[in-house]
């Protein structure tokens, strides 16, 4: 089974963010990146069906250099050999827009199976997978918990609500995009970052998979959640401060 | 590697007080390549996920909980980075072993098991067991199925090592070895598998064994009771006539102390990066305290008085990262077209640590000295909770000071690295006769202070004082105990102020951090500088040498005030140690 693992690389979870002088993104140039958390057991997914079926886990990934880091820990983790498509300028884009670039690297490796993850942290549209999955023409299944192939098609477990799930089956090619914390993530070992030394990386430019199209959806603002709750102590003596207290809940809060 | 000037260049040991060094030419955290980096994560994971769940079963010494850690961690790789591809080692570079020490060391505890493990429990026959002896113990010990410990110290031989009482005897047939004696404060002595001990053959002859644990005779007293790092076991090992086949003597008979004193050097080296990670972690602690913790109206690190403290402890572990990977790159540099393939690799290696044996004692004796003012200064930010065990810094606090004492304590360390500097100086390697001269001669012309550059001057100290002690104590210098560990100070204080100031000078406001390092380093280099001028000089010549001392210590005063507040602000609003 060859399969395709798309993931990005996003902020580190505990980042202090600050937005930036243009108000419409964070302040990339202080904060460390790592894989996004869906995407991560997208890749597990992959290395542990290959591990099951045989097979190929190619990873691919969009962005600025930076994001080699999440290219080699892919590799690291498993993968076979990579995909890169270098663009600085992926911040202004649109979903439609890097789903365009990446449905066009993916096209011509001609794959059984792209896996990734049901949403990314920073932005959190869940789109790109589907909307790849659309260009790509090939079917495809969301917040997937578990994958089982069966010959020229897939198995897979959906996540519903209230703890629902359903089991379908997609004919392959298809594209599937995996849910957070369905198995234990494997380490990229020492041995495995050694290994990812010589593992084959291809760059493509944005350029040779068509261009980045203007966006159709742009971000106006991003702001940081107003804090709007404040703290009060009343002192006195314990008969004082309830006093203090129904007054307050009577004037101020009107609750009483 | 070429100079500024653009000719090959080589770092050497001690050549530091003589040489000019340019800011690309030491190796820094900021020179990390992508797969250090990738090295680093996975062990802050395995760290995250398998280590700090287990921290209170390990504290508490459960049995196997810090085993089946130490397993696990050799199942990333983490316990084998130097060792061969063969004996399922991770053949990595030192840089990348410092990397991984650095990140298994924020508990005391899991240090030491990790530390002795892979370190001084490995090393020793990585270096010089035999190619048999490699692949019996190798692999055994990367997969972590064996523990390995390592037994010099005795009751009554500690610094002393080589007093060593415990005895090894050949049996009549000539294919054993029998040992008998006690080891003390043995590191891991309560889980190990193989003991590297070390014991006189015939009582004279120092020689290392290689001894496993079901050899009959031997066994370990009970867990020592320690002042910190409790979840580490530390017993005596006793020897009662345990029979040791003579393939199992490591390097030469009698040249036990060959085999003890150069491990030391790497050990002494990674104690950098373990009070670097410890210092680290209790950096952060202390931090996210300060913000939260409120008195007067407003989070006490709003507060000048804490501010200090914050940035002065981030000051401290930033010189200790920039020493302790300083020396490493400098060790890598002359490994260049190393590999454990090539006849002779262990003694390149050791050749390569042993030239810079006097900056590895400066790292041991400067980071651990680093870690114990942090940890002070990090339960006293914490206030009385500081001293309540709920709180991690006072477990941090206790498990701080064994720093100062092990690898050898931080008072022989000083005197090593003196002696050392002085011997290179004699061999020829170190021209300290010639530079103590040229300085006295730019003095007799009044050239003073000579040099606008702080760093310059800092080594013109270290020259001054060595051409004033050598003068007054001559061949007994190396019997003037209060001296030399004086001009081990001088020496690490100008090797530290420099390295701080060529890694800042590659970042952005990291600069803030030396200026503040620089004079108040100079002050105190000035204070050790006239304890050993008035040891050797009186009357005018005392107070002329004093003057020309006191020219060379003068730094362009910069408010370290403002400079302390602004470096405080950015490590809370990051809420961790950052530089930049």
């Known amino acids: ?256 | 590697m070429l100079n500024a000037a653009g000719t090959p260049w080589m770092p050497r040991g001690g050549g530091f007080l003589l040489d000019a060094t340019a800011p690309g030419q030491v190796f820094t955290p900021e020179d990390f390549s992508e797969e250090h980096r990738a090295i680093a994560r996975t062990t802050d994971e395995f760290w995250r996920n398998e280590v700090e769940p287990h921290l209170e079963a390990i504290q508490r010494q459960e049995p196997g909980a810090a085993v089946s850690v130490l397993r696990k961690s050799a199942e990333l790789g983490l316990t084998a980075v130097l060792v061969p591809d063969r004996y399922g080692g991770m053949e990595l570079d030192l840089a990348s072993a410092m990397i991984v020490a650095e990140r298994v060391a924020r508990d005391g505890s899991y240090a030491a098991w990790h530390g002795a493990h892979s370190g001084i429990g490995t090393i020793p026959i990585l270096l010089f067991g035999t190619e048999e002896q490699k692949q019996t113990y190798l692999p055994r010990l990367v997969s972590g199925e064996l523990v390995g410990a390592y037994c010099l110290s005795e009751s009554h031989a500690g610094s002393d090592a080589l007093a060593a009482r415990t005895r090894a005897t050949l049996n009549a047939e000539g294919t054993h070895y029998l040992l008998n004696g006690q080891k003390m404060r043995i590191t891991n002595g309560g889980a190990a598998g193989l003991f590297t001990v070390f014991a006189k053959i015939d009582g004279e002859q120092f020689t290392a064994f290689l001894v496993e644990r079901g050899y009959p005779g031997l066994s370990t007293g009970a867990e020592e009771k320690k002042m910190g790092i409790k979840g580490s076991s530390t017993t005596a090992v006793y020897f009662d006539n345990v029979p040791v086949p003579v393939s199992n003597v490591l390097g030469e008979i009698g040249r036990g102390h060959v085999v003890a004193f150069n491990i030391l050097n790497l050990g002494r080296l990674k104690l950098g990066p373990f009070a670097v990670g410890g210092a680290k972690q209790t950096l952060g602690d202390s931090l996210r305290y300060a913000k939260e913790r409120h008195a007067f109206g407003k989070a006490i690190g709003e507060f000048g008085l804490i501010q200090h403290k914050l940035a002065e402890m981030a000051i401290r572990l930033f010189a200790a990262e920039a020493i302790s990977y300083r020396v490493t790159g400098d060790v890598q540099l002359r490994l260049a077209g190393f590999s454990w393939d090539k006849p002779g690799a262990a003694a390149t290696m050791m050749k390569a640590l042993e030239e810079f044996a006097a900056e590895c004692s400066f790292v041991k004796v400067f980071a651990s000295e680093m870690l114990d003012y942090v940890v002070d200064e990090g339960v006293q930010i914490h206030g009385g909770y500081g001293y309540h065990q709920d709180y991690a810094v006072e477990r941090a606090y206790r498990d701080s000071r064994i720093n100062r004492i092990f690898e050898g304590t931080n008072e022989i360390n000083r005197l090593l690295a003196a002696g050392i500097l002085l011997k290179r100086s004699r061999r020829g390697q170190l021209e300290l006769v010639e530079a103590v001269k040229k300085l006295e001669s730019e003095i007799g012309a009044g050239k003073i202070p000579g040099e606008p550059d702080p760093v310059a001057r800092s080594k013109k100290i270290f020259l001054l004082c060595l051409g004033v002690a050598y003068r007054r104590f001559k061949d007994t210098l190396d019997q003037e105990q209060e001296v030399l560990a004086g001009l081990s100070g001088l020496a690490m204080g100008a090797y530290a102020m420099e390295s701080v100031t060529l890694r800042a000078a590659r970042m952005k406001s990291a600069g803030e951090m030396a200026r503040v390092f620089v004079q108040d380093g100079m002050a105190q280099m000035e204070n050790t500088a006239r304890g050993i001028l008035a040891a050797c000089l009186e009357g005018e010549p005392l107070r002329a040498t004093a003057g020309v001392l006191h020219r060379f210590a003068e730094v362009e005063l910069v408010n370290t005030i403002e400079l302390r507040r602004r470096i405080a602000s950015r490590l809370l609003d990051a809420g961790k140690y950052v530089v930049d």
């Not at chain 1, 990446?102 to 549209?125: C, F, H, M, N």
């Open chain 1, 1 to 256: 089974m060859k399969i395709i693992v798309a993931i990005k690389q996003v902020p580190v979870r505990d980042s202090v963010l600050q937005v930036d002088a243009s108000g419409k993104w964070i302040r990339e140039s202080e904060l460390s990146f790592e894989v996004n958390e869906p995407d991560a057991y997208a890749l597990e997914e992959a290395l542990q069906l290959k591990e099951r079926y045989g097979g190929e886990v190619i990873a691919l990934c969009a962005g600025p250099a930076r994001v080699s880091q999440a290219i080699r820990e892919a590799l690291a983790k498993g993968a076979d050999r990579a995909i890169h498509v270098e663009s600085d300028d992926l911040g202004a884009a649109d979903s439609l827009g890097i789903a365009r670039l990446l449905a066009s690297a993916i096209r011509s490796e001609q794959p059984d199976l792209v896996l990734t993850g049901l949403q990314s942290d920073d932005l959190g549209y869940g789109q790109t997978g589907v909307i790849m999955a659309e260009l790509l023409g090939f079917p495809h299944s969301t917040i997937i918990m578990q994958v089982e192939a069966a010959g020229s098609s897939v198995r897979v477990k959906r996540e519903l609500e209230n703890g629902w799930f359903q089991w379908m089956e997609l004919p392959l090619p298809a594209v599937l995009t995996i849910q957070s914390g369905i198995s234990k993530l494997r380490y990229a070992t020492l041995m495995g970052i050694k290994k990812a030394r010589t593992k084959e990386v291809k760059r493509l430019s944005a350029a040779e998979l068509g261009g980045l199209a203007a966006p159709v959806l742009s971000v106006e603002k991003v702001y940081l959640p107003q804090k709007t709750k404040e703290t009060q102590m009343l002192d006195g003596t314990p008969a004082e401060a309830a006093a203090a207290l129904v007054e307050k809940l009577r004037f101020e809060a009107r609750v009483l």
